[in-house]
């Protein structure tokens, strides 16, 4: 092989590899990517039944209903809007009422959230960053309050 | 007293950074030997303050000084020594001072054990090294100050985050540290021989040990935080794709990618340009990390305080470092002599390869990573790119690689034999489809891509086993010989062929913990047991503990497997009265290379339990793979070849006449 040929394997061999990587990348955003709502945003955009998305804001005080088998159904409330949610299994620790909860799952008809994740924050200083800015939208936020 | 003293001592050590900053790259420029040697004693100076000040910093903490701010807001007289210790990195402040003592450190030992760098290459290194540590120095005293007082002092502190502790955290942040700062010997190196305009054979073999001795550090880092994970979080899982984990797996690849450039670089005077860029580009994604995870733009159990001026600040210090590393290498690659170019099917073509896909992997994760704090700064809307993103992007391409994998080490510089190599590997391929017969006959076909995962990572295995016995000659000469041979070989192809099993094995975990392993998540109530994999837990109840500083729930299980009582896990809650917090201590039982795991969850008044009970097999082998690689990095570090300051006299003649 010449010199020329063998650069322009090398080349030919990047180029493909990252033609691939990059096949790979945009098949993965457009499947795996998950958008986050607000409960507010959640009432007025009309999402169709079965998107997934993130919700977060605070858990409803009154409004955690535990059932049987690891059932349970309670409000995310960002200080306006509620949305109800439903998720089987084991909360967090810190899941409390009157605490910052961020839920993943699909939507379903009955504007219901169908959670398959329930994430609370770590511990007592901090707040989700999410459920954060979506109490700054609804402007129920206090700095400091957090700390 | 003593914090002022501490404080002192940072200031002074920034003095001194200052001084070797621009001094000893003066001496170079001029050629005064005087002016480069400065570097040494204040490499040695610098690293002497900055272990005063920490020093000065674990004095408060054992003590439980809380007029210290740092120490009131994580510390408590109530906590055990130990987590009195580790507490020192357990936030922003005292972690950013354990990043410069690591700094410091390299620059030590540098000055210390590089006698026979080229006079002006060292100084330029030891000078760049200064030009990060003091601008790291700057960020600790003007945004981060670990000694600032409190009037009038608590009698009592705020205790560390309980998540925190745990003895995993007295080594994981200093490993990782170790892995990430080591890196930074690799960056001042390259922009040394930037600066110098020269670059050989022998500047690989002096970067190449530093980068081994950073990267077997991050790789040990990197499996004890998902080891630690794995067991606190209570959920079994052990990598999240987090962006935090991602900050320190992109360093981890590019650094493995440099790992193999410059040997490349060594043997064969190739790739010398972009081996000089991929030092750059690891230490940079070192710093995005830092960056990542110190600055708040992220959310997690790493972000301790968030300091709008803090991110700024670091934010300034990436620009700089990267822009400005980039900007000289654009200006000054072309300065240096290009090495030659060698035929695709060869050795060099394989490491070529492995950079390649590594790269490719790294820049996915980047994406990943990056593109949701993008997607929010320009447009709002807030995402999240979870494990499918990267399992479909990042899966792939390491796979490949890892197929790749076995073929590399077979291959002869220069021209290498494709066919050659696959005959030679035909036992590993046999080795590989028996293992994925025999993954199908026993777990089944689902999930499908399973038995291939462990078809794939039997064959890198044998593979490895291969390279060896082809190297000694085994089952072709007489043992005897084996044995010789065996002594004669390079430490470095042990390396390889250890940290190439390494990888399988944890792959072959990867596989069995995610694709076959069972969970039940139920309510449980005293006297009823459950079921999972053969395995039979009888509840017997809950009992209540006090510990040093927290209250504990735990819960008493007995273990059956057939018949036959096999033990007892206690899974436990601790409640942290001075935090209002919960933590879970999930209760690990060893099966051969498996693990039952059992974690709790809420209970109720008529004593019943929420629990999640998983069986994982094969699980520890994810972490047993990592600590393989890890010897096979120690191995190939033994290498006689980059021994500093081996007595060889060909080496000598190597070194001299840089001078």
Redesign the interface.
């Known amino acids: ?1 010449t ?1 020329k040929q ?2 322009l ?2 080349i030919g ?2 180029g493909v ?2 033609v ?2 990059v096949g ?2 945009l ?3 457009s ?6 709502h607000s409960p507010t945003e959640v009432i007025h955009d009309h999402l169709a039944p079965g998107t997934r998305i ?1 919700i977060g804001g605070l858990v409803k005080a009154g409004s955690v209903k535990r059932g ?3 059932n349970i159904r309670f409000e995310v409330t960002d200080g306006k809007n509620e949305v109800p949610v439903h998720f089987q ?3 967090p ?2 899941f409390r009422e009157g605490q910052g909860v961020v839920a ?1 799952g699909k939507m379903e008809a009955n504007g219901m959230l169908d959670a398959d994740t329930v994430l609370a924050k ?5 707040m ?3 459920v954060v ?1 979506a109490l700054k939208k609804s402007g129920r936020w206090q700095e400091g309050s957090a700390k | 007293m003593i914090p002022e003293l501490g404080h002192y001592a940072l200031v002074l050590a920034l003095a001194l950074g200052l001084i070797q900053s621009v001094v000893p790259v003066i001496g170079a420029k001029t050629g005064d030997a005087a002016l480069m040697r400065l570097a040494n004693s204040t490499a040695l100076m610098q690293f002497g303050f900055v272990a005063l000040s920490f020093a000065a910093l674990m004095t408060c903490y054992v003590t439980s000084d809380f007029s210290v701010v740092t120490v009131f807001e994580n510390s408590n007289s109530m906590m055990p020594l130990i987590y009195k210790m580790t507490s020192v990195w357990g936030n922003h402040e005292g972690s950013m001072l354990l990043w410069v003592l690591i700094l410091a450190l390299f620059g030590a030992l540098v000055a210390l054990f590089g006698g026979n760098l080229p006079a002006s290459l060292k100084a330029n290194a030891l000078a760049v090294q200064s030009w990060i540590a003091s601008a790291f120095y700057l960020f600790i005293l003007l945004t981060s100050n670990p000694f600032l007082r409190l009037q009038p002092a608590p009698f009592e502190g705020q205790s560390l ?3 925190l502790q745990d003895p995993g955290l007295a080594v994981h942040p200093p490993l990782l540290y170790l892995g990430y700062v080591g890196f930074s010997m690799a960056f001042s190196f390259a922009i040394a021989a930037l600066i110098e305009g020269r670059i050989d054979a022998a500047w690989a073999r002096w970067v190449r040990p530093w980068t081994l001795a950073a990267w077997m550090a991050l790789t040990l880092g990197i499996a004890g935080g998902s080891y630690w994970s794995y067991y606190t979080l ?2 079994g899982g052990f990598w999240f794709w987090d962006p935090v984990e991602n900050a320190s797996l992109m360093p981890w690849l590019a650094g493995t990618a440099l790992l193999h450039s410059a040997v490349v670089m060594e043997k064969r005077n190739a790739l010398k340009i972009w081996t000089i860029l991929l030092a750059i580009l690891t230490f940079s994604l070192s710093l995005i990390g830092t960056f990542l995870v110190r600055s708040g733009v ?4 790493h972000s301790f305080a968030v300091d709008p001026r803090r991110g700024v600040f670091i934010l300034a210090i990436l620009v700089l470092f990267i822009g400005g590393s980039l900007s000289l290498f654009a200006w000054r690659a072309s300065v240096l002599k290009q090495g030659g ?4 099917v060869s050795r060099e073509g394989a490491l ?2 492995n950079n ?2 590594l790269t ?1 992997c790294c ?2 994760v980047l ?2 990573t990056l ?1 949701p704090l993008a997607l929010q700064a320009i447009t709002g ?6 494990a ?2 990267f399992n ?2 990042f899966g ?2 390491f796979l490949a690689l890892m197929f790749a994998m076995p073929f590399g080490p077979l291959l002869a510089w220069k021209r290498g034999d494709l066919l050659g190599a696959a005959q030679r590997l035909m036992t590993a391929f046999g080795g590989g489809i028996i293992a994925l017969a025999l993954a199908f006959v026993i777990e089944g076909r689902t999930p499908v891509l399973a038995p291939f995962g462990v078809g794939l990572a039997f064959f890198v295995m044998v593979g490895a086993l291969v390279d060896l016995a082809e190297r000694t000659g085994l089952f072709r000469v007489p043992l005897a010989s084996v044995r010789q041979r065996a002594i004669g070989l390079p430490r470095s192809a042990w390396g390889t062929a250890v940290a190439h099993f390494g990888i399988a094995v944890s792959l072959l975990g990867i596989v069995g913990a995610t694709a076959w392993g069972t969970e039940r ?3 449980i109530k005293p006297a009823q047991s459950v079921s999972l994999s053969g395995y039979t837990l009888s509840f017997e109840g809950l009992t209540r503990k006090q510990g040093p500083n927290y209250t504990a729930e735990v819960g008493k299980f007995t273990v059956r497997e057939g018949d036959s009582m096999i033990g007892v896990m206690q899974p436990s ?1 601790r409640n942290f009265a001075t ?6 201590e999930a209760a690990l039982m060893a099966r051969g290379v498996g693990q039952l795991y059992l974690s709790l ?2 209970s109720k008044p008529d004593g019943s339990v ?1 629990i ?1 009970l998983y069986y994982k097999p094969l699980v520890m082998l994810i972490w047993l793979g990592a600590v393989i690689m890890m010897l096979g990095g120690a191995l190939s570090l033994s290498d006689r070849r980059l021994r500093v300051g081996a007595p060889k006299p060909a080496a000598k003649s190597v070194l001299q006449p840089a001078e």
């Open positions: 092989m010199r063998r650069r394997t090398l061999a990047s590899v990252l691939i990587a790979l990348v098949n993965a955003m499947g795996s990517i998950v958008f986050f993130r049987d088998n690891l299994g084991l909360v620790d810190l993943e770590h511990d007592e200083r901090y989700p960053k999410e800015e | 985050n309980p998540i209570g959920w992220l959310t997690s159990v170019l060698f035929a695709p070529v390869l390649l896909f490719t820049l996915t994406v990943g593109y809307s807030k995402i999240t790119v979870g499918p993103f479909m992007t792939p391409l998540i139920i309510e809650k935090r209002e917090t919960t933590t879970n969850g809420d929420a999640r």
